[in-house]
């Protein structure tokens, strides 16, 4: 890496230490309080997201990417398959606002108010369906030919589509998480269901076509082996790398869509428990008509 790259990558790092430094104050906080939203399995969430995003920006995964399609897509999975639901299942709105002096608490309420101008942006830049439609354009896109040879080229740009990925992969899973700072009603679990398996028919397709590609589908990966002596060649790149994200995004989507259709089964369970007791008592089994039996059954 350039110094250049350095340079363009130092507001990140140096934000994701102060990200840092603030749920480590509120985690403690939280701690001392001996309340349960500061547990050791959210730290660790926290930790492993911000780890996963320092190794899409930083070598040797970054250098990887300039020569290889496959370190390109595992960047790709990193930051928009893997750290973004991490960072939300460290729930790290509340336990960073908890890390804040008080002043500052009060006043971050307020701004996330509906009537405050922040609040209004907010809500109208995390519309469940706009945020659905930005990122299964963005990991779309994220394999398009033409996409791929323009930005690849150019550092600056790649790192710049970097961060608009996973800006938009967090405000995807913020509502399949359920942690981000509650500005609306939480969407139904049908929709929910619906909200992830629709991710994951545009990811398998566009992994199953680069997987089964026979000719080379960019240019730029196509220039690379050829000045890169490596044993790894241009289709076999793109089988590597189409392959990993038909299953990955396979393994990750599935796995949500199943937990969504537990608790949803889950809910249900508890309003059958409430609305209908006794259900297969014998007085509800008994067929019509035989109700004397059970009255026979009952006598001494």
Request: net charge positive; aromatic share 12%; with cysteine.
């Given at each position: 890496?350039?110094?250049?790259?350095?340079?363009?990558?130092?507001?990140?790092?140096?934000?994701?230490?102060?990200?840092g430094?603030?749920?480590?104050?509120?985690?403690?906080?939280?701690?001392?309080?001996d309340?349960?939203?500061?547990?050791?399995?959210?730290?660790?969430a926290?930790?492993?997201?911000?780890?996963?995003?320092?190794?899409?920006?930083?070598?040797?995964?970054?250098?990887?990417?300039?020569?290889?399609?496959?370190?390109?897509?595992?960047q790709?999975?990193a930051?928009?398959?893997?750290?973004?639901?991490?960072?939300?299942?460290?729930c790290p709105?509340?336990?960073?606002?908890?890390?804040?002096?008080?002043?500052?608490?009060?006043?971050?309420?307020?701004w996330?108010r509906?009537?405050?101008?922040?609040?209004?942006?907010?809500?109208l830049?995390t519309?469940?369906?706009?945020?659905?439609?930005?990122?299964v354009?963005?990991?779309?896109?994220w394999?398009d030919?033409?996409?791929?040879?323009?930005?690849m080229?150019?550092?600056?740009?790649?790192?710049?589509a970097?961060l608009?990925?996973?800006?938009?992969?967090?405000?995807?899973?913020?509502?399949?998480?359920g942690?981000e700072?509650?500005?609306?009603?939480?969407?139904?679990?049908?929709?929910?269901?619906a909200?992830?398996?629709?991710?994951?028919?545009?990811?398998?397709?566009?992994?199953?076509?680069?997987a089964?590609?026979?000719?080379?589908?960019?240019?730029?990966?196509?220039?690379?082996?050829?000045?890169v002596?490596?044993?790894?060649?241009?289709?076999?790149?793109?089988?590597?790398?189409?392959?990993?994200?038909?299953?990955?995004?396979?393994?990750?989507?599935?796995?949500g869509?199943?937990?969504?259709?537990?608790?949803?089964?889950?809910?249900?369970?508890?309003?059958?428990?409430?609305h209908?007791p006794?259900?297969?008592?014998?007085?509800?089994?008994?067929?019509p008509g035989l109700?004397?039996?059970?009255k026979?059954?009952?006598?001494?």
């Amino acid at each position: 890496m350039t110094t250049l790259d350095w340079v363009l990558r130092l507001p990140v790092i140096a934000m994701l230490g102060l990200l840092g430094v603030g749920y480590w104050r509120g985690w403690q906080r939280l701690r001392r309080a001996d309340v349960g939203l500061a547990s050791s399995q959210r730290l660790l969430a926290f930790v492993l997201s911000s780890c996963l995003l320092l190794l899409t920006l930083l070598p040797p995964l970054d250098s990887f990417s300039r020569h290889f399609l496959l370190g390109r897509t595992l960047q790709k999975i990193a930051l928009a398959f893997w750290a973004a639901p991490l960072f939300w299942l460290a729930c790290p709105f509340h336990v960073i606002a908890m890390g804040l002096p008080f002043v500052w608490r009060r006043r971050l309420t307020r701004w996330l108010r509906p009537q405050h101008w922040l609040g209004i942006g907010l809500r109208l830049i995390t519309q469940p369906a706009l945020n659905w439609l930005l990122f299964v354009s963005a990991i779309v896109l994220w394999h398009d030919a033409t996409v791929v040879d323009w930005t690849m080229p150019r550092p600056a740009i790649h790192l710049l589509a970097l961060l608009v990925l996973g800006s938009v992969a967090l405000l995807y899973w913020s509502h399949l998480v359920g942690t981000e700072p509650r500005l609306r009603r939480r969407l139904p679990t049908w929709v929910l269901f619906a909200y992830v398996v629709g991710v994951e028919i545009p990811n398998m397709a566009t992994g199953m076509t680069i997987a089964y590609g026979r000719t080379p589908f960019y240019a730029y990966y196509a220039t690379q082996h050829e000045l890169v002596a490596s044993g790894l060649g241009v289709i076999e790149d793109q089988m590597a790398s189409g392959g990993l994200i038909w299953f990955v995004g396979s393994f990750v989507f599935f796995s949500g869509a199943v937990l969504v259709l537990n608790r949803m089964f889950r809910r249900n369970k508890g309003n059958s428990a409430q609305h209908f007791p006794d259900w297969d008592s014998d007085e509800r089994m008994i067929a019509p008509g035989l109700e004397h039996r059970l009255k026979e059954k009952h006598l001494p």
